[in-house]
């Protein structure tokens, strides 16, 4: 029997990558209506790995497969806004209390450098959306590392990527950025002085504000 010959990354995932980033990038609009055949031939790929990529997506609610219509980009509603932000809140709360109570120092301190990446990328008149956000998802999924739940971590990964979906509206109110690094602030001195208590009121504060910012 020969052996098989296996990829470090099936095709599929790669294109299902592609595709996640271009929704992401707002490059495919949500609830707009994904043509196979054209991607397909841009991307120089028979349409079976690209089913199979939208499959992925449609599994992490990135994408919504219609009866006879083909795949759309995922519409996100108030509802599942909140059911998002919710659940992120509850399940990152969670987290922090964790960290607050068995976090080496050299782990809360790496929580501190990650914050403090986030301050400086927040200067006035300096902001890029873009940087600012991949900061603040280091941190958030370090925060969740730190905790080290991988059943959480799964969890939470499939959620943020849907409030992905929403998330550039939540830095588009007047002073969300200001709120979203004080809340930040008030997490990290909660952690650093070991109160878990209030670090997991301080995160549920963050997602709450998150989600008043977001809708």
Known sequence: MSALTLTPRALYEEVAEL?????????????SWIDEL????ELGISRTPLREALKVLAAEGLVTM???RGAYVTEVSDRDLADVYHLLGLLESDAAGVVAT???????????????????AARPGQVDREHFFGINERFHMRLLAIADNRWRDQM?????????????????????????LAEHRALVAAIEARDAQAAEARMREHFANGLEAAS
Do not use: C, W, Y
Not at 38 to 41: D, N
Not at 156 to 180: C, P, Q, T, Y
């Open 19 to 31: 595709l996640r980033q271009r929704i992401f990038r707002r490059e495919l609009e949500p609830g």
């Open 38 to 41: 054209r991607i397909a031939e």
């Open 66 to 68: 219609k009866l006879r």
């Open 102 to 120: 068995r976090a080496t120092e050299a782990q809360i301190a790496e929580l501190r450098a990650l914050h403090e990446e986030l301050e400086a």
């Open 156 to 180: 939470v990964a499939d959620l943020r990527k849907v409030m992905k979906l929403n998330r550039h509206n939540s830095l588009l109110k007047a002073g969300r950025i200001e709120e979203s």
